[in-house]
C-alpha cells in the first residue's frame, strides 16, 4: 500500500510515487494506493493518472467533504501571489499538525484500514509532505503490524516552507516525527542533506538506520521525439524551466539577469528566449513587465507531463532556482532528476546543497548563485555563445543512468523484500508466482 496525500495528477509532488507504482508490478508488487478527493485545484494530468489505471495500479480516494473533487471539481483561475499564498499557509499552521491536511487523517485510516484487511497488504509504503500521510501510516502499521517504509521526500522540521507560530507547534511536529521514526522499519530520504538533519536531530539514529534513493526519470517518457512546434523559434536560442514557483523559488533575479543581457548585448533580444511551462502567478507577470521583457518570454501556461517532456526536449537549456533561506540545502526538486532524463544542459541558480550535490558529475552543466543577476546573465551568454559555435557541453551518460527511476524502483523493491524475509508473522510466498501486495498513502 502506498500512503500518500495525492496531489492533484500534474504537480511534481506526484511524479516520484506515480512513477514507483507504474513499475513496481514489475518485480512482482501490486500497489495500492490510498489518496484524497480534492474539491478544487490549478492543474490536473489526466494522461498521467491514465497511465497509471492502465498499468494496474488500484487507487482508492477518501470521500471529498462537500460534493465536489478535483476530478469534476472548478478550477481555480490564477494562483495567488506569494505573500498572499503564505499568509494564508501560516495561517491554518496555528491549529494544523502536522499541516494542512490534517482533516485527511482519519478519513484515510479508515479507508487504508478496510484495503489492508481484504486486499491482503504486506508493506505500508510513506511518502511525505505533505507528513500527514506519514501520521497515517504509522497509525497503520501500529494496528496491523506490518512493515512501514517512509520516505522523506523534504525535511519535516526544517523545510523551507515550514511555520512554526510558536515554540510549542515546533515541539508538536517534533513529537510526531519521533513517533514516526520509533515504528518506521525503514526509512528513506532522497538526498544526503535530509538524511544528515534526521540523525542531527534524533541523536539515537544511527547513519545505517537511513538510505537515500534520489528522485528519478522515466524512460519511457524520453521515448517520443519531442514535436518540432515546441521547438526554439527560427534562428532562437530556449531557455526552458518546468514547473510552479513558490516558497524560494522566484523567476526574479533569472529576470533580471535577462535585463542585464539584453543591455549589453542587445542583438540577443532576436536570439534568445525563455519559457516557462506552468502557470505564472500575477506577481510574476508584473516582473516581465517591469524587466521589459514580454517579446522574450514564451508562456504556454500549464502543460501535462508527456508535453513538458517534449518541450524540455525541444529547448537548447534548463535552467531551475532554489533562492537562499531556512532549507534551501534540503532541497533538490524533481525536475533536476526530469532536466536530467532530457540530457540538456542545465542552468543552476543555487547555492551549495543537495540540488547542488544532485548535479555532481552531470558534466553539462553551470552554476551560480541564485541571488546574483549579474552572474546569471554571465552564464546565460556564455551558454549563448557555446550555442553559437555547436560547443554546448554533453551530459555525462554514466551519471544520468543512475537517475533510471526503474532502476530505483528495483532499489526501493530490495528493502521490501528484506522486511518481508525478516519479519516472522508472515508467510512467504513463492515470488515466482504470486504477486507481493504494497499499500501506499498517497495524500
Given at each position: 500500500m502506498i500512503s500518500y496525500y495525492f496531489p492533484p495528477m500534474g504537480s511534481g509532488n506526484v511524479l516520484r510515487a506515480a512513477k514507483f507504482a507504474k513499475y513496481f508490478p514489475k518485480y512482482g508488487w501490486e500497489p495500492h494506493v490510498i489518496t484524497a478527493n480534492p474539491k478544487r485545484y490549478y492543474f490536473r494530468d489526466q494522461q498521467?493518472?491514465?497511465?497509471?489505471?492502465?498499468?494496474?495500479?488500484?487507487?482508492?480516494?477518501t470521500h471529498p467533504s462537500r460534493t465536489k473533487s478535483h476530478l469534476t471539481g472548478s478550477k481555480l483561475p490564477h494562483l495567488p501571489n506569494e505573500a498572499s499564498r503564505k499568509l494564508f499557509r501560516n495561517l491554518k499552521?496555528?491549529?494544523?499538525?502536522?499541516?494542512?491536511?490534517?482533516s485527511w487523517i482519519s478519513k484515510a485510516y479508515k479507508l487504508a484500514s478496510e484495503v489492508i484487511e481484504t486486499k491482503k497488504i504486506e508493506i505500508i509504503y510513506a511518502t511525505a509532505p505533505p507528513f500527514?500521510?506519514?501520521?497515517?501510516?504509522?497509525?497503520?502499521?501500529?494496528?496491523?503490524?506490518?512493515?512501514?517504509?517512509?520516505?522523506?521526500?523534504?525535511s519535516w522540521l526544517n523545510a523551507s516552507t515550514n511555520f512554526y507560530p510558536t515554540p510549542y507547534h515546533r515541539f508538536r511536529n517534533r513529537k510526531l516525527e519521533q513517533e514516526v521514526l520509533r515504528v518506521a522499519d525503514e526509512v528513506i530520504t532522497v538526498n544526503r542533506r535530509i538524511k544528515e538533519q534526521i540523525i542531527e536531530e534524533y541523536h539515537y539514529i544511527k547513519h545505517d538506520d537511513i538510505n537515500i534513493i534520489s528522485f528519478g526519470y522515466d524512460k519511457d517518457d524520453y521515448k517520443e521525439e519531442p514535436i518540432s512546434i515546441?521547438?526554439?523559434?527560427?534562428?532562437?536560442?530556449?531557455?526552458?524551466?518546468?514547473?510552479?514557483?513558490?516558497?524560494?523559488?522566484s523567476p526574479k533575479y533569472f529576470f533580471e539577469a535577462l535585463a542585464i543581457v539584453f543591455k549589453k548585448r542587445p542583438e540577443l533580444r532576436n536570439e534568445i528566449e525563455a519559457c516557462f511551462l506552468g502557470i505564472l502567478s500575477r506577481e510574476n507577470l508584473k516582473l516581465i513587465k517591469k524587466n521589459n521583457l514580454s517579446d522574450v518570454i514564451y508562456n504556454p501556461g500549464f502543460v501535462n507531463h508527456a508535453e513538458a517532456i517534449r518541450y524540455m526536449r525541444a529547448s537548447d537549456v534548463l535552467w531551475f532556482t532554489i533562492g537562499k533561506g531556512e532549507g534551501d540545502q534540503m532541497l533538490s526538486p524533481v525536475k533536476i532528476s526530469e532536466y536530467i532524463g532530457a540530457r540538456k544542459p542545465i542552468l543552476a541558480c543555487v547555492s551549495d546543497g543537495?540540488?547542488?550535490?544532485?548535479?555532481?558529475?552531470?558534466?553539462?552543466?553551470?552554476?551560480?548563485?541564485?541571488?546574483?543577476?549579474?552572474?546569471?546573465?554571465?552564464?546565460?551568454?556564455?551558454?549563448?555563445?557555446?550555442f553559437k559555435s555547436r560547443s554546448i557541453p554533453t551530459a555525462n551518460e554514466i551519471i544520468?543512468?543512475?537517475?533510471?527511476?526503474?532502476?530505483?524502483?528495483?532499489?526501493?523493491?530490495?528493502?521490501?523484500?528484506?522486511?518481508?524475509d525478516i519479519n516472522p508473522d508472515f508467510e512467504l510466498r513463492d515470488k515466482n508466482t504470486l504477486k507481493h501486495s504494497i499499500g501506499a498513502n498517497f495524500n
Open positions: 498521467l493518472l491514465d497511465e497509471l489505471i492502465a498499468g494496474g495500479t488500484k487507487i482508492y480516494r499552521a496555528l491549529y494544523n499538525f502536522p499541516d494542512n491536511n490534517k500527514s500521510s506519514f501520521v497515517v501510516a504509522s497509525q497503520l502499521k501500529e494496528k496491523y503490524k506490518i512493515p512501514l517504509i517512509v520516505d522523506y521526500r523534504d515546441n521547438g526554439p523559434r527560427k534562428n532562437k536560442m530556449r531557455f526552458t524551466y518546468t514547473g510552479t514557483f513558490f516558497g524560494l523559488m543537495a540540488a547542488k550535490m544532485m548535479l555532481r558529475g552531470y558534466d553539462a552543466f553551470k552554476v551560480c548563485e541564485p541571488d546574483e543577476p549579474a552572474s546569471i546573465a554571465d552564464m546565460i551568454i556564455e551558454y549563448y555563445e557555446q544520468a543512468e543512475k537517475f533510471d527511476i526503474d532502476k530505483l524502483t528495483y532499489q526501493l523493491v530490495r528493502y521490501f523484500e528484506f522486511l518481508i
